[in-house]
């Protein structure tokens, strides 16, 4: 009988083994052959690597500064320098984080950025439906809101893709009081838009897999691979966890998965029914990442810093991806909520050349010829179905949302999904893989 076994081998779950793992009988039970769940750290033909899951740190994320620097592992700043382009109706340049639109346009979304900023300022993460307005604010949606508060339609489709660059998904789909907590949870909406002080600033030598695959590593051979939990019985005798392989038992569990994953496991006794109606509640958004390997970073010689927001291309937000100390530039493009959903069911080639049509309409024709070119659809990976993380309709978190963190009986539940800081970031997984690691110690005795 195992201490504990977790389930799940994302940044999560491995951080409640690195935490216990030390005085703990502990197996972690991954069902892929790999480290890392929603980081992926890919290698072009070249040799040259880029990560086509999580892949950025940025102030106030803590944890994950500590576990890089302990790890052994060297940031450095995302390439954020020259000029950016917006599409509105024409191709523009501009600077900093707001687009350069007209005067109106600039007052509207300044207007409904400051509103929605000051609304998420006021929630306690911890405990977003104990704010006064919650109710009211989880019984609408993130397009009910820019209804209500913008009035042109160019604020609005930047504000939309500015959602769909944060969520995966579009505003009718998100529970207004999800929004705010999310950027509550990170900091602000306008730090997880931004690069240098914001979400998006550094990049980690090695790719941010790598970092999860030497986190493994550390552990040695606490991790089984290829170990895919499909049943958990438990009773007062113990926790008896049935794998595509073998059964284990054990005295607790950790759960560090999505929500959605959680929900193809068979529980015995039966999961409460809120917990099974929340889980249910939580679908993860939906985004392909695409990278296009080029000879050099040739958006450089225009002044150009690679980063490019609007238009209505399969793309709609890109970054200069370069490798630092590398001679290859890279671009990266999401395809994000609706767009992902569509472009998922095409061909891998016909989706590569509707990206790099985009990449062409932002910084020319020599975007279409890339040395090479990767993407991964998070949509259709069947472990994790989604991505970047759980998001929430309206109704969600003021009737199901208050017992997410609870264990059920010994099963203790991880995951950047049960975070209060850095929810649906790395940050957020750190987090809850320690309070987790922490029930259990306590639990333990
Ligand atoms: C494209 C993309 C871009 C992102 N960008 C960023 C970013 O720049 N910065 C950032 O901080 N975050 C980013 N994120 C989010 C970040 O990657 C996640 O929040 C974080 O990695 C989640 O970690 P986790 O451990 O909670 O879950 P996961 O990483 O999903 O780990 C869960 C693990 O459980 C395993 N599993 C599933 N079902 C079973 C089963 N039945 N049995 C056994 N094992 C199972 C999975 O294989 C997986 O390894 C991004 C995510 C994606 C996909």
Known sequence: MHDVVIIGAGFSGLEAARRLAPDHDVVVMEARERAGGRVLTHTFANGDETDLGGQWAGPGQDRLYGLIAEMGFITYPLWDEGDHLVRAGRLKRYRGTIPSLSIPVLLDLNRALSRFEAMARQLDPAEPWTHPQAQMWDRITVADFLKRHTFTKRAREMFTIGIGAVFCAEPHE??????????????????????????????VHGG???????????LGDVVRYGEAVQAIGWGKD????????????????ILALPPSQALGIRFDPALPPNRDALWRRMPAGACIKCVAQYARPFWRESGLSGQAVGGDLAVRVTFDNTEQGRSAGLLLGFIEGEEARRWSQV?????????????????????????????????????????????????????LGQNMRDP?????????????????????ALEAGARAADEVRAALG
């Open 238 to 253: 113990g926790v008896t966890i049935t794998t595509s392989r073998q059964s284990w038992r054990a005295r607790r569990v």
């Open 174 to 203: 998100l529970s207004l009081l999800h929004a705010l907590f999310y950027a509550r949870s990170g900091r602000s909406l306008d730090a997880l838009l931004s690069v240098s002080g914001g979400a998006q600033q550094d990049r």
């Open 347 to 399: 061909s891998a080639e016909t989706r590569r050349d509707a990206v790099l049509d985009a990449f062409a309409g932002f910084f020319g024709d020599e975007a279409r010829s890339p040395i090479d070119y990767a993407d991964k659809d998070w949509t259709s990976d069947a472990w994790t179905r989604g991505c970047y993380a759980s998001i929430l309709g309206p109704g969600v978190w003021t009737t």
């Open 408 to 428: 059920i009986g010994p099963i203790h539940v991880a995951g950047t999904e049960t975070a209060v800081q850095g929810f649906g970031y790395i940050e957020g």
């Open 208 to 218: 941010m897999g790598g970092l999860a695959t030497a986190v493994a590593a550390s």
